[in-house]
């Protein structure tokens, strides 16, 4: 089965002009590159700020002080630090100017000094009416009848190759991969709603002397009925039962590279059993990514990339004097770089993976014409990866310079409950059945959910995800039962019960429904400051995304999702909408809550998570 791709418009994210526009009866701002308020209405209160500070302190500009309009700490909106203008005279006098001379209007309604620093509050009226109309246009008015909150233009036109999961052939998907695949499937998500072009590829260790091993295992043990049933599974037992036999007898080994080079070779006969064990192991795949919400655009492998360009790479090292010979085998010094050695040819002649992932990369370059290439890959491999990207930069290729390597750390201590080894599909039907047994405890609540199982699975795999992605890629975490499924504390189960409960608001309280459109719901009725405190939460999403795509971390947008659902939490039994008399002041609560469930709904999303309506 060869790699396909097919340029799809689900690829290549066109967004439209924002269905949002700042309304006209507001005091006219300059406008600032770089900044869209149409798609994040607070660039809008950050111009009005940056006016105020230009307006007073001559000669700075509007865009001098937006680039230092800072989100505030501890209750303040924004903050500017006056030092870093470097502007003659005392820091007190440079502040007293832009104190005297402000006058509060629809956009910003005070301004405080302290110390070094002056902090700017929105005016709340203005505040709560723009960012719950902005996110309500944007969730159901948008061109692409697709939610789009958050979404921006930053890579439009631009194409990326994000390479990740990458499991082997033949053996088990292992929770190794896991990582991989969860932090690639962010990556892949985040970069469409920052309007990039993405190509999500999956380069299968579908080569290789195991092959060998496998072909001789298949014509003692292999049945095409198991092949068929579980390709995956079929095939690791006889790679289990050939190598512990090859343990034994040195001839097995022989038998082995002796099919491989045949294969190598070209030869049909050997070829043709190879081929079908791929494409059933790739559909297999295909199904157990579904299941995880996680969908490639191109399976490739080890075995696509052609013996001539790999040639051609070892030919080039020759000709521009890279490479040494040691013993027979070829090396690439890299040590003025302070990279080591990377060999590129094996003593016996084979090539190594280095010179397959530099044939690789030039195929695709070629093929491709990408504008960024991202491996996510282990920090285990952190040298082979960097030796990888010096090499193809000696090799003189401009595009190089914009391949990335994102790395992360190891999964500690992950195995069933019983403690065996474990396959992903295990962990997965694990985790469903102890969220299952929980939802059971519940029976009225149980009985309202059409499809138990499907709930189960989706807050398991939930829990799965969270705990791979709450904290910094590079950190290694210990795999805990307990803790992944558990709806205390900041867990998958937890968000998926935030997104649950705000859902069921609408179901609770229909004689409030249908809301009228945003610009007449009274928003002045919101006047707790929990509700501002969600509301301009809710309006720093679209930064989040952004530092996400600065970051490639996303703990960043987990970290969101969390302050969310606790700031929801904690104003859920003073901010109530049942049970409140006036009518007007309910609707506004409402569309505050649903406003926070569609802004949760697209963070989880964006994390390859599924929002459940009901658990």
Excluded at 87 to 115: C, M, N, Y
Excluded at 326 to 337: F, M, T
Excluded at 463 to 468: E, F, H, S, V, Y
């Amino acid at each position: 089965m060869a790699s396909t791709f097919a340029e799809s418009s689900s690829n290549k994210p066109t967004l439209a002009p924002s269905p949002f526009k700042v309304p006209a009866d507001l005091p006219a701002l300059p406008e600032v590159a770089g900044t869209d308020p149409t798609r994040c209405v607070l660039d809008s209160f950050r111009i009005a700020i940056a006016k105020v500070v230009a307006d007073a302190l001559e000669p700075l500009t509007v865009e001098q002080v937006y680039q230092g309009v800072d989100y505030g700490k501890k209750g303040e909106d924004f903050t500017v630090a006056l030092p870093r203008f470097k502007l003659p005279g005392k820091v007190d006098e440079i502040a007293k100017k832009v104190i005297e001379k402000f006058q509060p209007d629809e956009w910003v309604e005070s301004v405080t000094h302290d110390r070094a620093f002056l902090h700017f509050r929105c005016r709340t009226s203005t505040l709560m009416r723009l960012i719950l109309d902005q996110i309500h246009a944007l969730t159901y008015d948008t061109a692409s009848k697709q939610p789009e909150y958050g979404a921006n233009y930053l890579g439009e036109g631009k194409r990326v190759i994000i390479e990740y999961s990458s499991p082997n052939i033949a053996k088990s998907f292992h929770v190794g991969h896991l990582r991989s695949t969860i932090i690639g499937a962010f990556l892949a998500n985040l970069y469409k709603a920052c309007g990039w072009e993405v190509i999500s590829m999956n380069y299968l260790g579908d080569w290789g002397t195991q092959f060998g091993l496998i072909a001789v295992g298949f014509e003692k043990y292999g049945s095409q009925e198991a092949l068929e049933k579980d390709a995956i599974q079929h095939l690791f037992e006889i790679y289990v039962k050939i190598n512990a036999e090859a343990e034994k007898d040195p001839s097995i080994r022989e038998q082995a590279a002796a099919w491989f080079k045949r294969m190598e070779d070209g030869d049909e006969e050997a070829l043709k059993n190879w081929r079908v064990w791929r494409e059933l192991s790739v559909n297999k795949y295909a199904q157990e990514y579904d299941g995880l919400n996680v969908h490639f655009d191109v399976y490739t492998g080890e075995s696509e990339v052609p013996q001539e360009s790999m040639d051609t790479a070892l030919k080039q090292l020759q000709e521009l004097n890279l490479i040494e010979e040691d013993n027979g085998a070829l090396r690439v010094n890299l040590e003025k770089y302070k990279l080591g050695k990377a060999v590129v040819r094996k003593r016996d002649g084979t090539s190594i993976y280095l010179t397959r992932d530099i044939g690789g990369a030039v195929n695709r370059y070629n093929k491709y014409k990408f504008d960024k290439m991202i491996y996510v890959i282990s920090a285990q491999q952190d040298m082979h990866v960097a030796q990888f990207f010096k090499v193809l930069e000696l090799m003189g290729y401009d595009w190089a310079k914009s391949l990335e390597h994102v790395n992360y750390g190891l999964v500690l201590g992950m195995s069933t409950r019983k403690g065996t080894v474990v396959f992903l599909d295990q962990i997965i039907r694990e985790a469903a059945a102890v969220m299952h047994e929980q939802m059971r405890k519940n029976e009225d609540k149980y009985n309202a959910i059409e499809n138990p199982e499907y709930v189960a699975r989706e807050i398991g795999i939930t829990g799965i995800k969270i705990q791979d992605m709450a904290a910094k890629r590079i950190n290694n975490y210990n795999f805990n039962w307990d803790r992944m499924l558990s709806f205390e504390g900041d867990t998958g189960p937890y968000l998926q019960y935030a997104h649950v409960r705000l859902s069921s608001i609408e179901r609770k309280n229909p004689e409030l429904l249908p809301l009228p459109a945003p610009a007449q719901l009274r928003t002045e009725l919101l006047t707790e400051p929990q509700a501002r405190e969600i509301v301009f939460l809710l309006g720093t999403y679209p930064d989040v995304v952004k530092t996400a795509l600065k970051t490639h971390e996303p703990s960043g947008i987990v970290t969101f999702a969390f302050r969310l659902s606790h700031a929801i939490s904690s104003a859920w039994e003073t901010i109530i909408v049942k049970g409140e008399q006036d009518k007007d002041k309910a609707r506004a609560r409402m569309a505050l809550y649903l406003a926070a469930r569609d802004v949760l709904g697209a963070a989880l999303r964006l994390l390859s998570i599924r929002p459940l309506e009901r658990m």
